[in-house]
Nanobody
Framework: QVQLVESGGGSVQAGGSLRLSCAAF????????MGWFRQAPGKEREAVAA????????CYADSVKGRFTISQDNAKNTLYLQMNSLKPENTAMYYC??????????????????WGQGTQVTVSS
């Protein structure tokens, strides 16, 4: 069982930046799939970015490419999401997810069994 704790959310004006962190507790191997997802009120949860911590695979939602960067610190069992040039439409609850196995799509929410409680990001215009 893996526990995920997100932090770093907050309120920011459009054009600003935030860095989200996701600390993983429990059994974490050196090769794990981890991702960031978000859910705005009245909308479905959607992928933002995901990464294979063993190296080589990442994915990003088209809407965040070039502005958001996912990264990891394996020594700290921590996942990050650097968000730059934020827009009001990026306002959502951001969730961290993790799993040791992904069948086909690392950016698909159905691939992940372990989820954090979320951290709120609010971007004002």
């Amino acid at each position: 069982q893996v526990q995920l704790v997100e932090s770093g959310g907050g309120s920011v004006q459009a054009g600003g930046s935030l860095r989200l962190s996701c600390a993983a507790f429990g059994y974490i191997s050196s090769s794990y799939y981890m991702g960031w997802f978000r859910q705005a009120p009245g909308k479905e949860r959607e992928a933002v970015a995901a990464i294979y911590t063993g190296g080589g695979s990442t994915c990003y939602a088209d809407s965040v490419k070039g502005r958001f960067t996912i990264s990891q610190d394996n020594a700290k069992n921590t996942l990050y999401l650097q968000m730059n040039s934020l827009k009001p439409e990026n306002t959502a609850m951001y969730y961290c997810a993790a799993d040791y196995r992904v069948v086909s799509n690392i950016c698909a929410k159905y691939e992940y069994k372990n989820w954090g409680q979320g951290t709120q990001v609010t971007v004002s215009s």
